[in-house]
Nanobody
């Protein structure tokens, strides 16, 4: 099973940008469905962005136009570029994959805090 480690979070002012990285312990070339999720305090984990099985990209409406998901298969890494950040984007961000009928395990995530 491929393990994922998120990084790149931090404290940023509203309107600022961050780029998150999701480094995989093995090859992701054969893993089509990969995505980013986030969980704010007291709230459930929610979907943010993903690559679909068909190779297209989907975004949650709350981040569409501001966030961009990308991947570098040679580096076994998935990225999330976050622009025009808002305080409501504050959360722990996780990446994961869906393969052969199941999700991978959840890692520690990376904290993103957006101040107003």
């Amino acid at each position: 099973q491929v393990q994922l480690v998120e990084s790149g979070g931090g404290l940023v002012q509203a309107g600022g940008s961050l780029r998150l990285a999701c480094a995989a312990s093995g090859s992701i070339r054969s893993i089509n469905v990969m995505g980013w999720y986030r969980q704010a305090p007291g709230k459930q984990r929610e979907y943010v962005a993903m690559f679909t099985s068909g190779g297209t990209i989907n975004y949650a409406s709350s981040v569409k136009g501001r966030f961009t998901i990308s991947r570098d298969n040679a580096k076994n890494t998935v990225y999330l570029q976050m622009n025009s950040l808002k305080p409501e984007d504050t959360a722990v961000y996780y990446c994961n994959y869906y393969l052969n009928g199941g999700f991978g395990s959840w890692g520690q995530g990376t904290q993103v805090t957006v101040s107003s």
